[in-house]
């Protein structure tokens, strides 16, 4: 079983939809994050969690530390926000992260 | 300030040869980890290093090895290319190990043939 878990692993939906993609690790973590990676594209740092919540823009990410589960909440989504949404955990002082298998997303105009 | 970068893009190169990638970090960072990308595998962690010094290594052969610098680029090595190998090898630079937050590379695309 993959110590950091996502689903789904694949969403459509139509432009303006809420969105959730879910997070489950089964390990101790120092943090959370979410990356997003657009086809053929680099990786980039959405959020780094440890506890609560944050929002940048349309997106907002929890995280729920006793139940080790975090979701990525897209509001008013739209085509440009179709790419691959990565969960990663860091465990303790150093810098390696764990990884899920990522959720392939894409938003229909 | 510049973002992290890795040399070369891209990369072609033929079983049972050699290969090294670069990082540049963000300015000031002092933490570089590496990480190979695979359609079957995922993402998974190789090495990071702070400091000039190897803090952790990911489960992989000998033949994948690394180093940092005193201006903190870092290097990484493949020796005795394999098929497998082919993958997008990507490397993100932080502060530090304990702040966290990682700032990714644009990655290095490895095709073995």
């Known amino acids: 079983k993959n110590e950091v878990e996502q689903s789904p692993q694949n969403l459509t939906a139509q432009e303006g939809e809420f969105i959730t993609i879910n997070c489950s690790y089964s390990v101790g973590i120092s943090a959370l994050h979410w990356l997003q990676q657009h086809p053929g594209g680099g990786i980039v740092s959405l959020f780094m969690?440890?506890?609560g919540k944050k929002k940048h823009g349309r997106l907002i990410a929890t995280i729920n530390i006793q139940e080790k589960h975090s979701s990525l909440h897209i509001t008013a989504s739209h085509p440009r926000d179709s790419a691959v949404y990565i969960c990663a955990v860091k465990r303790g002082a150093t810098n390696k992260l764990i990884f899920g298998t990522g959720t392939l997303l894409a938003v229909q105009p | 300030k510049a973002g992290v970068t890795q040399t070369p893009r891209y990369l072609i190169k033929t079983r049972g040869q050699q290969v090294t990638l670069s990082c540049s970090p963000i300015?000031?960072?002092?933490?570089v980890s590496w990480y190979q990308q695979t359609p079957g595998q995922g993402l998974q962690f190789l090495f990071e290093y702070f400091s000039e010094t190897q803090r952790n290594k990911g489960n992989f052969p000998g033949r994948f090895s690394g180093r940092q610098f005193s201006n903190s680029r870092s290097e990484m090595n493949v020796s005795t290319l394999e098929l497998g190998d082919s993958a997008l090898y990507l490397c993100?630079?932080?502060?530090?190990?304990?702040?966290?937050?990682?700032?990714f590379g644009p990655g290095t695309r490895l095709t073995v043939t």
């Open positions: 993100a630079s932080s502060l530090d190990i304990r702040t966290g937050e990682q700032y």
């Open positions: 969690l440890s506890s």
């Open positions: 300015s000031g960072h002092r933490s």
